[in-house]
């Protein structure tokens, strides 16, 4: 066992945000899934991720309830669940110790949002020597204010506004930020074929 997947924040805290309904993937747990059972198939090793921030009042305070695994998520004993409240998965986690006295060397990286815990995961374990794949279609986000946007705006006033970043962008440029950088990437597909398992 030299390789980990690590699914970062599939949680129902996204599920809860009024933003949810913009989210470029909402079946984003189905591809989760697929890696999930391609990882566990391979005897490789399944760690959970999610985000807590205690004390807040809102959707990522466990106090409401939220900080869960989304519920068509399913963990199995034996594997670890982890609670960062930074938003990359290693700094406020014993992630890493996790991983070395494993003897793991290879990360799958994937989960929600793409462009803030999936990739700054991601550049921080390349950081620290391991090699990384995002699979970038089990990733997902939404669309990104401007800086100079008014806060408290609704949903439809976001998606409104021109200057609004829209998710598939998002995605687009956190792939080619990552590539070749910090990261190969890949789809469930891809990793499903080189596996040998058809998609």
Known sequence: MTRALIVIDVQESFRARPLWETTSDLKIADRVNRLVRLFRRANEQVVWVLHSEPGTGDVFDPALGH????EELER???????????????????????????????LTVCGIR???????????????GYRVTVAIDATATNPIPHRDAPAGRSVAEL?????????????????????????????????????????
């Open 114 to 128: 793409t462009e803030q815990c999936v990739e700054t995961t991601t550049r921080l374990a390349a950081d620290l």
């Open 67 to 70: 900080v869960r695994l989304m």
């Open 76 to 106: 199995a004993d034996g594997e670890p669940l982890i609670h960062k409240t930074s938003h990359n998965a290693f700094t406020t986690t014993n992630l890493q110790q996790l991983l070395t006295e494993r003897g793991i060397t290879d």
């Open 159 to 199: 998606l409104a506004d021109p200057r609004t970043l829209p998710a598939e962008e998002v995605i687009r440029r956190t792939e080619y930020a990552l590539a070749g950088r910090f990261a190969t990437i890949a789809t469930v597909d891809q990793l499903e074929a080189a596996a040998g398992l058809a998609a």
